[in-house]
């Protein structure tokens, strides 16, 4: 994954939705300074359930954020059915 693009991207939603680096951080739950380091393509690796976390406060797609499309909107979730037992 390319950190500059998902830097880029999160600092763009941030700034689109009006919020500040400490307003994301507060609900994504992580450290503002690592959100810092985020947005300037300076951090290294990130856990996947960040990238929720922050995918969910911004109101996009992980794909997105990872550069995979260019639109923002996440995708609608399909309601799960079971399978059939026998």
Known sequence: MDMEVLGTRVRERRK???????DVSKQAGIIQGDLSLLERG?????WADTLLRLAEVLGCS????????????PKRQRARTTMPTS
């Open 16 to 22: 689109h939705a009006g919020l500040g680096q400490m």
């Open 42 to 46: 300076k951090k290294r690796a990130l």
């Open 62 to 73: 992980l794909d997105y954020l990872a550069g995979r499309t260019d639109d923002p909107r």
